[in-house]
């Protein structure tokens, strides 16, 4: 005997925790390749490094946020017979592609800075710092409008962590060009460009630690199993809880599974469904988790099972 239960949390019903956010996502992304633009012109005119890293950041930002945004559509797909959880571990991808692509331009940043550190040019520190000022605007206007997301997506997490290293780098590129205006040390600009590789990597690794949690099947952020596990076996007719699995699809999307023994007794009187809702109930009210697939089993068949998980 068994019973599933299931939905999609935290988003529409067509689609996961990031398609809810995918017009601010557009939004943030339009404003991303703006600043690109401007830095990229910038770094030009100004012949700063420290701009030019800070453009090419903000270009693996707006590839990011348009794989995020392409990810969120595709998984927002229905499920069928050969897919039955639908595309929504795209999304998942897409957080993976972002945290490489962050990594590796991070590594490639912080060579280029320590190249011009020995072999320093001209640099107009004017025209630097106007404009990291306005990539500096772009980016916190981008920043608030993803914050809430990125508590509720991984996939709106990564662009927002993106977004927000591209912030951190033009404030460094700022305070490059202050120093390099008020005392003429133009090495500023070098040191700003390796300041900001050296602050993308940690983000980048953290993104790529969560996305390895969610493609490795680890339990669930927040979800205590043996605590699970008491609450179910205080429910009424419940005797024992065991192969009890917790894993996360999707970013919102957490489901569990496990074999129920109960009393033949409680079953009786009761019935399967009645012990089915409790246990739906318990973990949707308790721990938010509203996928659950349960085997309601008698005392005993554990020994007729091939396999077992604790």
């Known amino acids: 005997m068994g019973g599933g239960h299931g939905h999609t949390h935290g988003a529409p019903a067509s689609g996961t925790a990031a398609y809810a956010y995918r017009k601010r996502m557009a939004l943030v992304l339009g404003i991303i390749a703006s600043i690109m633009l401007a830095q990229a012109v910038g770094a030009w005119l100004s012949g700063s490094m420290a701009l030019l890293a800070d453009a090419a950041h903000s270009l693996t930002d707006a590839t990011g946020v348009a794989v ?25 991808l897409g957080a993976m592609t972002n945290a490489l692509v962050v990594g590796i331009v991070a590594v490639l940043v912080v060579i280029g800075g320590f190249q011009r550190l020995f072999e320093p040019g001209e640099i107009h520190g004017g025209l630097m710092l106007g404009t990291a000022v306005v990539g500096l605007t772009g980016n916190a206007v981008s920043l608030a409008v993803l914050r809430r997301g990125q508590k509720e997506s991984l996939n709106v997490r990564g662009a927002y962590l993106e977004v927000l290293g591209d912030m951190l780098g033009s404030l460094a590129v700022v305070v490059a060009a202050l120093v390099i205006l008020a005392t003429g040390f133009v090495r500023a600009d070098a040191i700003a460009s390796i300041a900001i590789g050296v602050m993308i990597l940690p983000r980048a690794w953290m993104l790529l630690r969560d996305v390895l949690n969610v493609l490795l099947e680890a339990t669930p952020k927040g979800v205590d199993l043996e605590e699970v596990r008491q609450h179910m076996v205080e429910l009424p007719g419940v005797v024992e809880v065991h192969d009890l699995h917790a894993w996360t699809i999707t970013s919102g999307v957490p489901v569990l599974s496990a074999h129920i023994v109960v009393d033949e007794v409680r079953l009786a009187e009761c019935g399967n469904e009645s012990i089915l809702d409790g246990l739906h109930e318990c973990l949707a009210g308790h721990f ?16 007729h099972e091939f396999a077992r998980h604790d």
């Open 68 to 92: 995020a945004l392409l990810a969120t559509f595709i998984a927002a797909r229905p499920a069928n017979t050969k897919r039955t959880f639908g595309l929504q571990r795209v999304e998942i």
């Open 288 to 303: 938010d988790i509203e996928h659950s697939t349960f085997q309601v089993e008698p005392r005993g068949h554990v020994h």
